[in-house]
């Protein structure tokens, strides 16, 4: 499964509230991640996402999980079950990354994706 386990102090709510939605063009295929779910705890938090690759539409979501021990993992939703194609995996990626930017001093610790620069 797609994920990347993001180490630091990472602020849900925050990122939550400053969200924008992510649109990724590739050619003819279109990543998008807009609509914002979080845990009224503050612990975890859903992202509405679509990946249409050759005019297959696949809509799922990116779950962001915090952990106790001050890291975060960003994975597909175990709920959903897109293919794992190299869009969906390309836009959890993204997801990511944006995590990773938002998150001061953050690293990743572990991962199965390649994530764009920041």
């Given amino acids: 499964m797609p994920h990347a386990l993001i180490a630091g102090d990472c602020d849900l709510a925050a ?4 969200w924008t939605p992510l649109v990724v063009r ?3 295929d279109v990543l998008r991640a807009d609509q914002v779910y979080l845990e009224p705890g503050g612990r ?20 962001i999980s915090l952990h ?4 975060a993992t960003v994975r597909l ?23 990773l930017a938002a ?5 990743v610790e572990k991962t ?5 620069p920041r």
């Fill in 15 to 18: 990122f939550a509230r400053d």
């Fill in 26 to 28: 590739r050619g003819a």
């Fill in 44 to 63: 975890a938090l859903l992202l509405e996402a679509l990946c249409v690759e050759a005019g297959r539409k696949q809509p799922f979501y990116v779950k």
């Fill in 68 to 71: 106790d021990r001050g890291s």
């Fill in 77 to 99: 939703d175990p709920m959903t079950h897109p293919e794992r194609s190299e869009g969906v995996r390309a836009l959890v990626a993204e997801v990511a990354a944006r995590l």
């Fill in 103 to 107: 998150t001061k001093g953050a690293r």
């Fill in 112 to 116: 199965n994706l390649e994530l764009p």
